[in-house]
């Protein structure tokens, strides 16, 4: 079995791990959504006075796209402009749901707005829920980035290190997809959202790795491992 | 003179009841001297030159509300509902573990994990906490997704459709009783006070029975008949939780007060306000008089 193979194994789905660092427990999941195991553990952890990283407040704020940018916008990190709707969008743009059963990892590029109608009537289930976009200028790129620890592996751009360690210091979510809008060579921030194990690099996980491979403890059903 | 945001929606405006409340509230407020304006989700980003938001649509972690929330607590803007709070009330697992970590009277309550869904399981919570047993999926409003397990098949079955929507489930020993006190609270001090009088053929304050959606009724009680263990239950919990605006479910027994649920956005306008007429003023005073004072969010 090869060092990869190993690793392989080691961040099976669904798998939490606690890592005890700067005074605090990390919870580093590939889940972290509202009412997941990984966001309750938080919760649990928080409630027993324990100091946990990330807390569930910063989940949730990473993880509603008009929260999330909000936030950054804030804290001085460059985003991506947001309306919030029913029923129309002005294309180009992103799309993401804004209810109870949306997620930020499912976004829909729409380049006209006929195209926009099907998006929207899918997110928005036919009207009942408001929806928030985010307007395309022409030419520009979406790029996705995944984070570990505030780092980035796959891109070398130094802004969009840069970015990234500042979302990491602002919501301080230990694994995270990041979704960039790119253009004329300047980024903004577009959205967060969750990454599964099973779509992180060899090398993401080899830096995950790292992380965990000091002090670490895989997550057994029903107990919080203190590590 | 402030100006005081009402963050609505299509939903709450489609109600009459709702909408005579929200006309109530805007009467008070221009009586106080202050100009109201009603906002909708597509103009969300008005509320930022408001001086007060007072939240009037279902609430949710994940939902638009949330987002007005989160966006005047984040320009300091005093804010009913307060994010914490919607965070906390939205989720019965949270909400409970802030009850228990403040040592308020709960039934026996336990939060279940996949692992925990088993018949062995149910059976050990029937003999300990009898028959029937109360399921719920932590996201649960207005009664939806709450319900009554009478037997293993029944447990296992709501169980595993409410593992569906989340991670973990909240299970209850059952209380009974024909009416449910609802304790109105604001910055940790009575607002109101009523019944909630169950509907017969069910055990919530709205059900759907033989396909019929039947409400509870509302019997307002001041404050001198309130039952002091009543009170103190309800004042007790609703500080578990913050300093802002909660409607308490309590049910009374005869070895004390329970507090069923604290809720945040309460309903107040089915007859709550009937011997409170100045709930709408407490509310606008709070919010733009006196800045909600205790209200922080602590995610900021």
Known sequence: MTAHDRKDRFFKEDSIFTVSMDDSMHVVSENHFYKSEAYYTVVRNEMSGINTVPSSGQVIEAYVVPICLEKAKLSGINVSDWEISYQYASAPCVIYGLNYFSTPSEYFVVKDEEAAKDVIKHVTNKGKYPFCYQKLVEGANIVAVTSVFGKVVENDDHDVAEMIANVYRLFKIPLFSAILIEYDGKYSLSSLGPVRYSKLTRREKHLLGEYLQSRWAPFTEGETQNV | ?300
């Open chain 2, 1 to 300: 003179m402030s100006n005081l945001g009402v963050f609505v929606n299509r939903q709450t405006l489609s109600n009459a009841e709702q909408l005579s409340a929200l006309l109530k509230c805007r009467d008070a407020a221009e009586d106080m001297g202050h100009t109201v304006d009603f906002i909708f989700p597509e103009e969300i980003k008005r509320l930022l030159k408001m001086d007060g938001l007072f939240i009037r649509t279902n609430t949710d972690p994940m939902n638009v509300a949330f987002v007005a929330s989160k966006m005047a607590s984040l320009h300091n803007i005093p804010v009913v509902d307060d994010p914490a709070s919607i965070q906390i009330c939205a989720d019965k697992v949270n909400m409970y573990y802030h009850l228990i970590k403040n040592n308020v009277k709960i039934p026996k309550t336990a939060f279940l994990k996949k692992k925990d869904i088993t018949i062995g399981h149910a059976k050990v919570m029937f003999d300990n906490w009898g028959t029937p047993l109360i399921l719920k999926e932590p996201s649960t409003c207005f009664s939806a997704r709450v319900e009554k397990a009478r037997d293993q098949a029944d447990f296992m079955k709501t169980a595993n459709r409410f593992m569906k929507l989340s991670d973990w489930i909240v299970v209850q020993q059952f209380i009974s009783s024909r009416y449910d006190w609802r304790i109105g609270v604001l910055g940790g001090e009575l607002l109101y006070a009523c019944k909630y009088m169950i509907p017969p053929d069910t055990f919530k304050i709205q059900a759907e029975v033989n396909g019929h959606l039947v409400y509870c009724t509302t019997e307002s009680v001041p404050m001198a008949k309130i039952p002091p263990p009543v009170l103190e239950a309800g004042l007790k919990a609703a500080r578990a939780i913050g300093n802002g605006l909660y409607g308490v479910d309590i049910k009374e027994c005869e070895d004390g007060a329970y507090v069923i649920e604290v809720n945040d956005n309460p309903s107040l306008e089915s007859g709550e306000d009937g011997c409170y007429p100045k709930i709408y003023n407490r509310i606008v005073e709070f919010l733009l008089e006196k800045g909600a004072p205790g209200i922080k969010d602590a995610n900021n």
